[in-house]
């Protein structure tokens, strides 16, 4: 188990996502933005939430592979943040690729994307030390992981409905990770 160290000095992936904090947060932040242009503007064109999902789940990408990348520099464990970034650059690939998808199409992929991101969020999140945030990263994991299984239980809805559940993940996603990000910083200082 990673945790801290007896010199209160952070060990493990406990010390890769405390240097990397900020990303953290800032993913946290994009969540949130992503999440209340979804519900501000709830009537717009599925094709522009394509490309507003893909924008978000490439930068999503981008940064947590940035920490894997970190961590393994440092010896941590690192491979499910990279597997986590990997998917999301291919979910944002394939929503750009084909930004003329169904609406069915469209959500099978944010279910895909959302439940395979938040299973592996949910299998790093027990290697963190409890003190250092562990269960704000069960939440936005487990947010995410309910969030997919909602796209695959009512794949019909309106894109409007879409655009407030996927609006609603995101600022609880955002919240946790920002939460998070800050507890990691102060846990490490």
Partial sequence: ?????????PTGLFAGLARNWWALALRGLLGIVFGMVALVW???TMLSLVVVFAAYALVGGVLTIIASVRAMASHDRWSLLLLEGIVSILAAVAALAWPGLT??????????????????????????????????????????????IVLIWAPLTGAVVLTWWLGAYAIVFGIALIVLGFQLRSVAH
Wanted: charged fraction near 10%; glycine fraction near 10%; charge should be negative.
């Fill in 1 to 9: 188990m990673d945790s801290v160290a007896s010199d209160n000095q």
């Fill in 42 to 44: 709830p009537a717009s």
């Fill in 103 to 148: 609406v069915i199409s469209f959500v099978g992929l944010m279910a895909f994307w959302s439940i395979i991101t938040g299973a592996l969020m949910l299998g790093s999140a027990f290697r963190l030390d409890a003190a250092a945030g562990r269960w704000w990263m069960v939440l936005g994991a487990v947010s995410s992981v309910f969030f997919g």
